[in-house]
Structures are given as C-alpha cells and as structure tokens.
C-alpha cells in the first residue's frame, strides 16, 4: 500500500537546524512530485516546498526561502527538508504529499489538491 513517512521533526532552540526525511513506498516515486507542507494550530495548512520529478526543479515559499532546502534521493526514494535558521514561527506539523506528474518550480502555486498521498506528518517546534 502506499505510505509516506515523515520522521526528523523535534523541539529545537531558535537559529537551529533539522532535517525531516520523507519516505515513500507503494507507488511509482520517480514520476511524482513531493511536497512539504505545515500546519499550525487554528491556521491553513501552508505550502513550503516542492520538488519536481523530472528535472529537480523546486519550489520554496517566501516564508522559508533561504533558510529551507528540499532535495530527493530516488534511488531511496526519500525526500529531504533540510531547514536552517529555525524560527518560533516555523512551528507547525509538517507533512509531506506526492502528486503525480506534477511540476513544481519557481512559479508553482501550491494547491493541496493536486497532491493525492499524505503522510501522517511530524512535528517541528522552535522554542527557547
């Protein structure tokens, strides 16, 4: 059956860093894009990242440009998040989805529909 697997989150001081791990199974992983997304309490689950399966191209929200850099590894089929400069406001559970097909760059807008498998999610917290 399909699973994602997210693991890596944790409680981290302000300025840290963390690296989440996505790990897929049950499905065709070269041919869909992977996303990170996060939710925080009482708000909208926002789009971080994405990474596209054809060329590698990627996709950060401006929230997190710069400090943030996903990659994947196909041949383990695991996508990674690492993340810097860790902020209290990047605080949230983070989840990761697969959408097939999907291109996601510069430009891309994230949708959580156009991702049809969800992870359970991993909680990240940034406090001192």
């Known amino acids: 059956q399909v699973q994602l697997v997210e693991s890596g989150g944790g409680l981290v001081q302000p300025g840290a860093s963390l690296r989440l791990s996505c790990a897929a199974s049950?499905?065709?992983?070269?041919?869909?894009?992977i996303g990170w997304f996060r939710q925080a309490p009482g708000k909208e689950r926002e789009g971080v990242s994405c990474i596209s399966s054809s060329d590698g191209a990627t996709y950060y929200g401006d929230s997190v440009k710069g400090r943030f850099t996903i990659s994947r590894d196909n041949a383990k089929n695991t996508v990674y998040l690492q993340m810097n400069s860790l902020k209290p406001e990047d605080t949230a559970v983070y989840y990761c989805a697969a959408g097939e097909a999907l291109y996601c760059d510069a430009d891309y807008r994230p949708n959580t529909a156009d991702f049809g498998f969800w992870g359970q999610g991993t909680q990240v917290s940034v406090s001192s």
């Open positions: 049950g499905f065709a992983f070269d041919y869909y894009a």
